[in-house]
């Protein structure tokens, strides 16, 4: 099975940046469904950040403007650049294919002064 890992989380004070990685451990050149989730304690884990079937991009309207997803696929990597940082963005970040059907285990991402 396909295996995907999240890096690059951490605290970080409101109004900074995160970039987050996702490596995939198969090639993701043919895979167009594939995202960044988020799930906060207490709430329903949120599709964040998403390659559309057109090839492009879309995101949820929280994250709209200050979140970029982005994908290497000679790296067989998906990022996830975060600026703009809001306390409520504070969550467990995954990256998951429903084309895979693998999800990541997360990368913790705290905003706090």
């Known amino acids: 099975q396909v295996q995907l890992v999240e890096s690059g989380g951490g605290l970080v004070q409101p109004g900074g940046s995160l970039r987050l990685s996702c490596v995939v451990s198969?090639?993701?050149?043919?895979?167009?469904?594939m995202g960044w989730y988020r799930q906060a304690p207490g709430k329903q884990r949120e599709l964040v950040a998403f390659?559309?079937?057109?090839?492009?991009?879309d995101y949820a309207g929280t994250v709209k403007g200050r979140f970029t997803i982005s994908r290497d696929n000679a790296k067989n990597t998906v990022y996830l650049q975060m600026n703009s940082l809001k306390p409520e963005d504070t969550a467990v970040y995954s990256c998951?294919?429903?084309?895979?059907?693998?999800w990541g285990r997360g990368t913790q991402v705290t905003i706090s002064s």
């Open positions: 998951g294919s429903p084309q895979l059907g693998s």
């Open positions: 198969g090639s993701i050149s043919t895979i167009y469904s």
């Open positions: 390659f559309t079937s057109g090839g492009g991009t």
